[in-house]
């Protein structure tokens, strides 16, 4: 069965540090992989989208970036983290095509920017 | 463009009365819809989701919804609500042409009161 794993849980980070956030999905092939932000009390926004090795497309402007270097691994990255940067991250595949295919979402890193 | 409205930020209901989360979606062609499930902390769980085949549909733990294309709307509901049952609950659209990407509501807060 598949299954996605994002790591870490929680972590509290001082402006103006880096930032990496990983994701790996195991028991399929070439799946389609998304990074999320969700603000307190807001929706799920999408920040990065990958449909293969390298490809990766942003939806939003922002101080972050997203790497695809193995099929089943996605990392999110940011250079120098701003206060705003705050928020939980949740990580989600799914199967390659078109819009039926479900997302299956991780357990989310909750990131505190002080 | 392909959005969705979920009509109340917060529902309060009695365990044991009857649940309903209100959405409405605007897509330009035939929708895929989602409903999610978020405990606190916690990723994404799918509820249920309908892609063109019976317009009532059946997901876990007692959900419901129904897609009504006349009112574009997909309200979730539940004939009885139980403790467990708080949480967010996300309402989610995407279409054929949107192929990848999802666009989720705001969502809706559950409390159930003992």
């Known amino acids: 069965s598949q299954t996605i794993h994002q790591w870490p849980a929680t972590l509290v980070q001082p402006v103006g540090s880096p930032l990496s956030l990983e994701c790996t999905v195991e028991?399929?092939?070439?799946?389609?992989l998304y990074w999320y932000r969700q603000a307190a009390g807001r929706g799920l926004q999408l920040l990065f989208y990958s449909v293969g090795i390298g490809q990766i497309s942003s939806e939003v402007p922002q101080n972050l970036s997203a790497s695809r270097p193995q099929d089943r691994q996605f990392i999110l990255s940011s250079k120098k983290l701003l206060l705003s940067d705050s928020g939980f991250y949740l990580c989600?595949?799914?199967?390659?095509?078109?819009?039926?295919?479900?997302?299956?979402f991780g357990a989310g890193t909750r990131l505190s920017v002080l | 463009a392909q959005s969705v409205t979920q009509l109340d930020s917060h529902v309060s209901v009695s365990e044991g009365t009857p649940v309903l989360l209100r959405c409405n979606y605007s897509?330009?062609?035939?929708?895929?819809l989602f409903w999610y499930v978020q405990h606190p902390n916690k990723g994404l769980q799918l509820l249920l989701k309908?892609?063109?085949?019976?317009?009532l549909v059946k997901g876990i733990n007692g959900f419901e919804a129904e897609f009504k294309k006349s009112e574009t709307s997909f309200h979730l509901t539940k004939p009885s609500a139980h403790m467990s049952d708080a949480a967010e609950y996300f309402c989610v659209v995407s279409d054929q042409w949107t192929g990848n990407q999802f666009y989720f509501g705001t969502g809706t807060s559950l409390t159930v009161i003992p």
């Open positions: 309908y892609t063109s085949a019976a317009t």
């Open positions: 989600a595949w799914s199967s390659p095509g078109g819009a039926k295919n479900i997302q299956y």
């Open positions: 897509s330009s062609y035939s929708p895929s």
């Open positions: 028991g399929t092939s070439n799946p389609n």
